[in-house]
């Protein structure tokens, strides 16, 4: 099968093929027509099945060389995901409400999913939590931290007044459902006005 595909591209030895297709320099256009003359049209198989076992398993690829995860929109464990093709890059993987994916081409989508095997240990996410300028009120959002064992990587400041202090929260995290339980034990909070999780990019 690799000498008939390989025959079709200036491509002579087929770990380059495998290289071209997971850094994405090669399009689902460009795989299509190799594949056009084979029997079983693997990307067709893949990307056009409605069947939920022919998503792609993104946590089958190596992270942050076939695989890479959106900075806009940080999706973590849990999320729904869906991949978009980058040349240099391989499949970015992106959530299925992130803004961006309203500037790719529907060509360009891969339906994705994370699979049982772990892709990393921990996601990196930020919240964004408004809290009232009273003594201990940040304490007591650090408590919560603390108590589920979750890492602050970085805290700062965005914005403040007399009344509310604004604050950015970069932590390492399991999966979507523990964050959701964080922010939702948060909300309970007296101190806190407001808390809703960012993109890194923000």
Same mark, same amino acid.
């Given at each position: ?5 390989l ?5 002579k030895?087929k ?7 997971? +850094?994405? #320099?090669?399009?689902k256009?460009? @795989?299509?027509?190799? =594949? ?7 990307? /067709? %198989? ?8 022919q ?5 089958k ?11 806009c929109?940080s ?7 869906i991949s ?26 891969? +339906?994705? #999913?994370?699979?049982?095997k772990? @892709?990393q240990?921990? =996601? ?7 809290? /009232? %300028? ?13 108590k ?9 400041i ?19 459902d523990?964050l959701?339980?964080?922010l939702a034990?948060?909300k ?15």
């Open positions: 099968m690799y000498i008939q595909i025959n079709q591209t200036d491509l030895y770990n380059k093929l495998f290289e071209s297709i997971g +850094r994405g #320099f090669l399009s256009k460009d @795989l299509d027509s190799l =594949f056009k003359e084979l029997e079983n049209n693997f990307v /067709k %198989n893949i990307f056009n099945s409605k069947d939920h076992n998503k792609i398993n993104i946590t690829y190596e992270n942050g060389i076939a695989v890479n995860l959106a900075a929109c999706p973590i464990k849990g999320d729904d995901i978009v093709m980058s040349y240099g890059r391989g499949l970015v993987v992106h959530s299925t409400m992130c803004d961006s994916l309203s500037y790719y081409h529907k060509d360009n989508f891969y +339906r994705s #999913f994370w699979g049982n772990k @892709l240990d921990n =996601f990196n996410s930020r919240i964004e939590i408004v809290i /009232k %300028n009273q003594p201990g009120a940040l304490f007591s959002i650090t408590s919560i931290f603390d589920h064992q979750i890492n602050i990587e970085n805290i700062r965005a914005e403040r007044n007399k009344k509310n202090y604004t604050f950015i929260i970069d932590i390492n995290i399991d999966n979507s523990k959701k339980f964080l034990e948060m309970t909070l007296s101190q806190v006005g407001k808390v809703k999780r960012q993109s890194l990019a923000y």
